[in-house]
């Protein structure tokens, strides 16, 4: 039976593609481009140079694959986040200095989670419900703020968190803990809903 493209796993895709079957890599460029790009605009905060390292990103990810070395035990778009996160400490080493997330008031979050179909008025209420939430992520401490950002809107892994703060899987752990009970008690003060 035929499957829908959407429908297939990464797993099928990359053995359509190294199969000869290049719109199979488009399916999966499709999927993620918006989530991998998102996360290295977060990590490098300038539009130009996140392009190039998205496009060397998937250049590298095409090499690997036809070379035959992606091991398919593992998640797709992790492994495709890791070769990016690899390519900017690249970048920030060449460059003697790394960015930190620092969320200074022209940020948001927002802004970089694609848009979907919907009607004028859920984007007014969601628009106002990110709004509330963006305001008290910008309170939370730093650390907290960092790590609930890498995990909420990056799907991060708390290994990969560890690994990009330079402190222990317990420590993030922690971190995350924290930024979501002052999250929620900041939201009940303002009388926030974070349920939207």
Known sequence: MF?????????????????????????????????????????????????DIFQETFMK????????????????????????????????????????TNGGEDFDIFDIIPDRDESAEDKAIKAQAHAGVKKLIHRLPQDQKEVLMMRMYFD????????RTNVSINTALGRMRYALINLRKLAKQEKLSLAN
């Open 61 to 100: 990810v095409i090499r690997t694959l036809k070379k035959g070395s992606y091991n398919e035990e593992g998640k797709f778009l992790p492994w495709v986040n890791r070769i990016a996160h690899n390519l900017m400490i690249d970048h920030f080493r060449r460059k003697k200095k790394y960015p930190t």
């Open 156 to 163: 991060m892994s708390f290994k990969e968190i560890a690994d």
């Open 3 to 51: 499957m829908e493209s959407n429908a297939k796993s990464d797993q099928v895709l990359i053995r359509e593609y190294l199969e000869g079957r290049e719109v199979s890599f488009e399916i999966l460029l499709n999927r993620y481009k918006d989530r991998v790009f998102g996360y290295i605009l977060f990590t490098v905060k300038d539009k130009a140079l996140a392009n």
